[in-house]
T-cell receptor, first 115, second 110 residues
Framework: DAGVIQSPRHEVTEMGQEVTLRCKPISGHDYLFWYRQTMMRGLELLIYFNNNVPIDDSGMPEDRFSAKMPNASFSTLKIQPSEPRDSAVYFC?????????????FGEGSWLTVV | TQLLEQSPQFLSIQEGENLTVYCNSS?????LQWYRQEPGEGPVLLVTVVTGGEVKKLKRLTFQFGDARKDSSLHITAAQPGDTGLYLCAGALTGNQFYFGTGTSLTVIP
């Protein structure tokens, strides 16, 4: 079975540019999470969706960040305009409510560098 | 402010040694999980504990959930180089919303 698929795996962009990260969750999962990982702050929950509806976006750092989930099989995280401090690994993850242990399955991450 | 603090932050040991990693919080969790993350990959679930005082074993790894469900520990017996990685605890206050700890980076030297 395919796991959580993220794209791009690596992106280098200039400050001020728009960045769009994409995610395909595991088929049938009803929860989708976006996390950001840095050395300084560890793994931070940015936003999560349940059945395509945003439930908690309190972790989104500021208005430059936005996330959408137009359907059950696709989500995007957009940064506009990007800044060097946004450089991090962004993980998308999904889970199935009611599953044993509520296992969260992570993608391989999108490595973002803003110069 | 991190909801979950892990200690130590870094740990480097020789193959065959034992070690314990701690995960502490002032909050009570409905469940707590441990993940291992290898370089260039996402975290992978090792175990979930839900009952205060619960102990689970996974081969050489022993996980314990504190009686008050505020803390947890991971003990590795006879560490091997394959155990090298970043160990993360994650606690759920309610439902599926998990908050991750600060992480413990483990290096096992052959």
């Amino acid at each position: 079975d395919a796991g959580v698929i993220q794209s791009p795996r690596h992106e280098v962009t200039e400050m001020g540019q728009e960045v769009t990260l994409r995610c395909k969750p595991i088929s049938g999962h009803d929860y989708l999470f976006w996390y950001r990982q840095t050395m300084m702050r560890g793994l931070e929950l940015l936003i999560y969706f349940n059945n395509n509806v945003p439930i908690d976006d309190s972790g989104m750092p500021e208005d430059r960040f936005s996330a959408k989930m137009p359907n059950a099989s696709f989500s995007t995280l957009k940064i506009q305009p990007s800044e060097p401090r946004d450089s991090a690994v962004y993980f998308c993850a999904s889970s199935l409510s009611g599953s044993s242990g509520n296992t969260i399955y992570f993608g391989e991450g999108s490595w973002l560098t803003v110069v | 402010t991190q909801l979950l603090e892990q200690s130590p932050q870094f740990l480097s040991i020789q193959e065959g040694e034992n070690l314990t990693v701690y995960c502490n919080s002032s909050s009570v969790f409905s469940s707590l999980q441990w993940y291992r993350q290898e370089p260039g990959e996402g975290p992978v679930l090792l175990v979930t504990v839900v009952t205060g005082g619960e102990v689970k074993k996974l081969k050489r790894l022993t996980f314990q959930f504190g009686d008050a469900r505020k803390d947890s520990s991971l003990h590795i017996t006879a560490a091997q180089p394959g155990d090298t990685g970043l160990y993360l605890c994650a606690g759920a206050l309610t439902g599926n919303q998990f908050y991750f700890g600060t992480g413990t980076s483990l290096t096992v030297i052959p």
